[in-house]
């Protein structure tokens, strides 16, 4: 019983842990954002411009530039095939606009390439959406029922480890897609000897949040197996 309770204590220390690197990660990522936002590239191209640009410089002609409210809230969707820049990226021509956008095509790029990663991971879009829905609750009353009804448990962890999957399939997927934009950026003349190390340097920051964020995730799926563990002893 005492190793069970020394265990759980571990995995709370862990799970502690990883939230405060994922909270520094993400004042990390707004610092830089800030940081590389008032750096332009000095070519005057926006990052509309540059999203455009990369998609007609690698043959990709169905794929439209669009803008998105928020920060931080740039993405692909292989669904409608936009590309979608946020606020600061849209109509701004700093570096780190133009590292996004950049970005953000790579993503179209694995799409129109059939990049074996992003198709694995929108093939999982629809079983995560739906264990997103439902693990909560799934997790919650497991928990609460778990000596009636200990399969409502194991459902929900089966559920979270669905999305934690998911998470760690997202991390190729990311880092593929920064270095695909790291060389075009490069090889496009975007970017230069001066500024393509601050580029890479804000990219490696939005990467970070995935890694942080599978881990968290790992972090509390392997908390929710020893409940179950503990309590079958």
Request: aromatic content about 10%.
């Amino acid at each position: 019983m005492m190793v069970h309770g020394g265990m759980i204590g571990i995995q709370w220390i862990l799970f502690i842990g990883i939230a405060l690197v994922s909270f520094l990660v993400q004042m990390n990522l707004q610092n830089k954002f800030k940081k590389y936002s008032q750096i332009p590239t000095g070519n005057g191209m926006t990052g509309r411009d540059v999203a455009t640009k990369m998609l007609r410089d690698n043959g990709i002609y169905d794929v439209q530039v669009t803008h998105t409210p928020g920060q931080l809230t740039d993405h692909y969707n292989p669904a409608t095939k936009t590309v979608n820049l946020s606020e600061g990226v849209y109509d701004s021509d700093s570096i780190m606009a133009a590292a996004v956008a950049a970005h953000e095509c790579g993503h179209a790029l694995q799409h129109a390439r059939a990049y074996a990663p992003l198709t694995l991971r929108s093939k999982m879009v629809p079983v995560v959406t739906f264990a997103s829905r439902w693990m909560t609750w799934l997790l919650l009353a497991g928990i609460l029922f778990f000596n009636t009804f200990p399969q409502l448990l194991i459902a929900g962890v089966v559920l979270f480890a669905c999305t934690t999957l998911f998470s760690f399939v997202t991390l190729p997927v990311e880092i593929d897609a920064s270095k695909r934009a790291l060389i075009w950026l490069s090889s496009a003349g975007i970017t230069n000897a001066r500024n393509h190390a601050q580029a890479e340097d804000a990219l490696r920051s939005a990467a970070y949040t995935y890694v942080v964020a599978a881990l968290s995730s790992l972090a509390t799926l392997i908390y929710y197996v020893m409940i179950i563990l503990g309590r079958r002893e």
